[in-house]
């Protein structure tokens, strides 16, 4: 065979040279490089045999060839294989790449990706790490890669962690994000979140400590209620049902059908076992909630079957309502006024503003954090004459609803939508139509764990001890409940129901309540004398205003009381009197009274004292009039 200069074999030249080509034009010294592509090309004259060596001689080798061999790859003469890809690293593909057919492919993939909202460094990370690895191994430009593509790549990163224990978690999220790119620029038909629901294992592997004779019976219920139930509620009946399940096997193994079930024997033995049943996380007690849940997995199963006229149905009522554990009834966690507002101040401040303004539209519309995430970039409307409203989508109780917006709120969603990636529509899980999402991020939804991660870095900075996303809402209803909302107004801006779950709020402020008591009160104090014990006095160290306790001034001094005490129910009384009168001698002391009581406002208010707060700014408002009516 006739040979060029250097036994380079004569059909290789041309590449050779090409190679030659591009390193003078790098401006890089080539001489070892140039010697050791010489060698390669004497070795394997027939370049694609290279990939059929064993992967050790293809990861070792002559190192200095490697320029070479990176040259054959970027200009489609080699498939090197993706065991060698996803283990080789390619630290100078980007300087490379440039001058290479991959080129324009590259750049377009990284347009792509800055228009998502991706870093410099991120684009460059996952354009090498993946579709650099894509379009070297297929061979295909990047409108032809497809999902098998992709897939192929992902098997060759399992197989390296099932050969090496090496693990492949920079490689998924990286092949996530590039699918998502690849969707956004058309490439891909569906976005790669599949909404199909999927359980990581099968109904049968769940129910394998179920008596054998009983297993089918489990599992064709739980395959039924696919049909009409969500995922998380027929996950979740699963493992309440395989608890159950256990517990039949303990009790009785031999039972041959759920409709030989016995109350003595198998029922109430459970509702024993559940009282009694520890967590597998922490060892504690389950919940009040779990108690229930798992008590009424069972009885809705019994029941089901029932309606449905099973064979396996039992014959009578085995579980009754005694026998359902009752939840307590904490009322709602809602922030104070200072650590709301502390916390709305770290948001506003915080970096992360898709996330953060996301979190300041929760608070200002009361929105569950479930239907936060699935809020429509078409969710304001403005209506004539009503102002903009906020269309919330199907949540926890399957219900819509309208919510009105304030200027400032209307400005949040723009800020969003500002900030949020640009990005096709996806796939709502819920109702499976094609959807643009409000709350998107590098071309994904923004998830509900973000949003927990932030709210948890702003209660840090604001110095809240903890805050949840439904505290938000709890605050929301909260701050409706002091401003006298009424109970039917409150259950259509929370998207309650029934009555009774917008009552929990209204138990925690209660006008009447709270007038009664004070009331009551007087008159005790007027028969029997202060029915409140006296505390220890307060200690004053600075001025009397600034003292963290319950304050009132008065015309020849000033009253300080510890908050064990609570409010003085004839703390200025004689102000708000109607026979209360005064002339032009009193303006100085009214006005130095008015001061005092904004400060003492402001100083209420900033410990959370709402109730205190409010008295004071009544006293500002009387000592007003009175000011006025004197001057005039």
Same mark, same amino acid.
């Given at each position: 065979?006739?040979?060029?200069?250097?036994?380079?074999?004569?059909?290789?030249?041309?590449?050779?040279?090409?190679?030659?080509?591009?390193?003078?034009?790098?401006?890089?010294?080539?001489?070892?490089?140039?010697?050791?592509?010489?060698?390669?090309?004497?070795?394997?004259?027939?370049?694609?045999?290279?990939?059929?060596? =064993?992967?050790?001689?293809?990861? @070792?080798?002559?190192?200095?060839?490697?320029?070479?061999?990176?040259?054959?790859?970027?200009?489609?003469?080699?498939?090197?294989?993706?065991?060698?890809?996803?283990?080789?690293?390619?630290?100078? %593909?980007?300087?490379?790449?440039?001058?290479?057919?991959?080129?324009? *492919?590259?750049?377009?993939?990284?347009?792509?990706?800055?228009?998502? @909202?991706?870093?410099?460094?991120?684009?460059?990370?996952?354009?090498?790490?993946?579709?650099?690895?894509?379009?070297?191994?297929? /061979?295909?430009?990047?409108?032809?890669?497809?999902?098998?593509?992709?897939?192929?790549?992902?098997?060759? &990163?399992?197989?390296?962690?099932?050969?090496?224990?090496?693990?492949?978690?920079?490689?998924?999220?990286?092949?996530?994000?590039?699918?998502?790119?690849?969707?956004?620029?058309?490439?891909?038909?569906?976005?790669?979140?599949? +909404?199909?629901?999927?359980?990581?294992?099968?109904?049968?592997?769940?129910?394998?400590?179920? +008596?054998?004779?009983?297993?089918?019976?489990?599992?064709?219920?739980?395959?039924?209620?696919?049909?009409?139930?969500?995922?998380?509620?027929?996950?979740?009946?699963?493992? !309440?049902?395989?608890?159950?399940?256990?517990?039949?096997?303990?009790?009785?193994?031999?039972?041959?059908?759920?409709?030989?079930?016995?109350?003595? !024997?198998?029922?109430?033995?459970?509702?024993?076992?559940?009282?009694?049943?520890?967590?597998?996380?922490?060892?504690?007690?389950?919940?009040?909630?779990?108690?229930?849940?798992?008590?009424?997995?069972?009885?809705?199963?019994?029941?089901?079957?029932?309606?449905?006229?099973?064979?396996?149905?039992?014959? !009578?009522?085995?579980?009754?309502?005694? *026998? %359902?554990?009752?939840?307590?009834?904490?009322?709602?966690?809602?922030?104070? =006024?200072?650590?709301?507002?502390?916390?709305?101040?770290?948001?506003?401040?915080?970096?992360?503003?898709?996330?953060?303004?996301?979190?300041?539209?929760?608070?200002? &519309?009361?929105?569950? %954090?479930?239907?936060?995430?699935?809020?429509?970039?078409?969710?304001?409307?403005?209506? =004539?004459?009503?102002?903009?409203?906020?269309?919330?989508?199907?949540?926890?109780?399957?219900?819509?609803?309208?919510?009105?917006?304030?200027?400032?709120?209307?400005?949040?969603?723009?800020?969003?939508?500002?900030?949020?990636?640009?990005?096709?529509?996806?796939?709502?899980?819920?109702? @499976?139509?094609?959807?643009?999402?409000?709350?998107?991020?590098?071309?994904?939804?923004?998830?509900?764990? /973000?949003?927990?991660?932030?709210?948890?870095?702003?209660?840090?900075?604001?110095?809240?001890?903890?805050?949840?996303?439904?505290?938000?809402?709890?605050?929301?209803?909260?701050?409706?409940?002091?401003?006298?909302?009424?109970?039917?107004?409150?259950?259509?801006?929370? @998207?309650?129901?029934?009555?009774?779950?917008?009552?929990?709020?209204?138990?925690?402020?209660?006008?009447?309540?709270?007038?009664?008591?004070?009331?009551?009160?007087?008159?005790?104090?007027?028969?029997?004398?202060?029915?409140?014990?006296?505390?220890?006095?307060?200690?004053?160290?600075?001025?009397?205003?600034?003292?963290?306790?319950?304050?009132?001034?008065?015309?020849?001094?000033?009253?300080?009381?510890?908050?064990?005490?609570?409010?003085?129910?004839?703390?200025?009384? &004689?102000?708000?009197?109607?026979?209360? $009168?005064?002339?032009?001698?009193?303006?100085?002391?009214?006005?130095?009274?008015?001061?005092?009581?904004?400060?003492?406002?402001?100083?209420?208010?900033? $410990?959370?004292?709402?109730?205190?707060?409010?008295?004071?700014?009544?006293?500002?408002?009387?000592?007003?009039?009175?000011?006025?009516?004197?001057?005039?």
């Amino acid at each position: 065979m006739p040979r060029v200069p250097g036994s380079v074999p004569a059909h290789s030249a041309a590449i050779y040279e090409a190679f030659v080509a591009d390193i003078e034009t790098s401006g890089r010294e080539h001489l070892l490089s140039t010697t050791a592509a010489r060698r390669f090309l004497v070795r394997w004259p027939d370049i694609s045999t290279w990939a059929d060596e =064993p992967l050790t001689q293809r990861l @070792g080798g002559d190192g200095h060839a490697r320029p070479f061999v990176l040259f054959l790859m970027l200009h489609g003469h080699l498939r090197p294989g993706y065991d060698f890809l996803v283990r080789r690293k390619l630290p100078s %593909i980007w300087r490379e790449a440039a001058r290479s057919p991959l080129g324009a *492919d590259l750049d377009r993939f990284l347009a792509g990706a800055a228009e998502l @909202g991706f870093t410099h460094r991120t684009r460059l990370a996952i354009g090498s790490q993946v579709v650099a690895r894509l379009l070297i191994q297929t /061979g295909k430009s990047l409108d032809q890669l497809t999902d098998g593509d992709f897939d192929d790549l992902v098997e060759a &990163c399992r197989q390296r962690e099932r050969d090496e224990g090496v693990g492949w978690r920079h490689y998924s999220k990286a092949i996530l994000c590039a699918r998502t790119i690849f969707y956004h620029l058309g490439i891909l038909s569906e976005a790669p979140s599949n +909404p199909a629901i999927r359980f990581r294992q099968s109904f049968e592997r769940r129910m394998a400590d179920v +008596p054998a004779r009983l297993r089918p019976s489990f599992v064709a219920y739980l395959e039924r209620l696919i049909a009409t139930q969500t995922r998380g509620t027929v996950t979740s009946t699963a493992t !309440r049902l395989a608890h159950f399940g256990r517990h039949l096997h303990a009790v009785d193994p031999t039972l041959a059908s759920i409709a030989m079930l016995d109350r003595r !024997r198998h029922i109430e033995t459970y509702l024993s076992a559940v009282a009694e049943a520890r967590s597998s996380r922490n060892g504690g007690p389950i919940s009040a909630s779990e108690r229930r849940g798992r008590v009424l997995a069972v009885n809705t199963l019994l029941n089901n079957i029932t309606e449905w006229g099973w064979t396996e149905a039992p014959p !009578r009522r085995l579980i009754f309502r005694s *026998d %359902i554990p009752r939840l307590p009834r904490p009322l709602p966690r809602y922030l104070p =006024p200072d650590a709301d507002r502390r916390l709305a101040q770290a948001l506003e401040q915080s970096d992360n503003v898709l996330t953060s303004s996301a979190l300041l539209l929760q608070r200002a &519309c009361g929105l569950r %954090i479930g239907e936060l995430v699935d809020l429509e970039l078409d969710c304001v409307h403005d209506v =004539p004459g009503q102002g903009s409203w906020l269309k919330v989508p199907l949540g926890k109780l399957d219900t819509e609803r309208m919510v009105p917006l304030d200027d400032e709120t209307v400005k949040l969603v723009d800020r969003i939508a500002a900030h949020r990636s640009p990005i096709r529509p996806l796939l709502h899980p819920r109702s @499976g139509r094609m959807v643009e999402f409000l709350l998107t991020h590098h071309g994904r939804r923004v998830s509900m764990k /973000g949003l927990r991660q932030e709210l948890t870095r702003a209660a840090d900075v604001a110095g809240v001890a903890h805050a949840t996303p439904h505290q938000l809402r709890h605050t929301y209803a909260t701050a409706l409940v002091n401003a006298g909302v009424s109970l039917q107004s409150l259950m259509a801006l929370l @998207g309650h129901s029934s009555a009774e779950m917008s009552l929990r709020y209204g138990r925690l402020f209660d006008d009447t309540v709270r007038t009664e008591y004070e009331r009551a009160l007087v008159l005790a104090k007027e028969q029997l004398g202060a029915v409140m014990p006296a505390s220890v006095p307060v200690q004053l160290h600075t001025d009397w205003k600034e003292a963290p306790a319950i304050k009132a001034r008065l015309a020849g001094g000033y009253c300080v009381r510890s908050e064990a005490q609570g409010a003085c129910a004839y703390a200025n009384i &004689c102000e708000h009197c109607p026979n209360f $009168r005064s002339d032009a001698s009193h303006l100085a002391v009214l006005a130095a009274q008015r001061i005092d009581a904004e400060a003492l406002a402001a100083d209420a208010e900033r $410990r959370g004292w709402v109730t205190e707060a409010d008295r004071h700014r009544r006293l500002v408002e009387r000592l007003d009039i009175l000011m006025a009516r004197t001057a005039g």
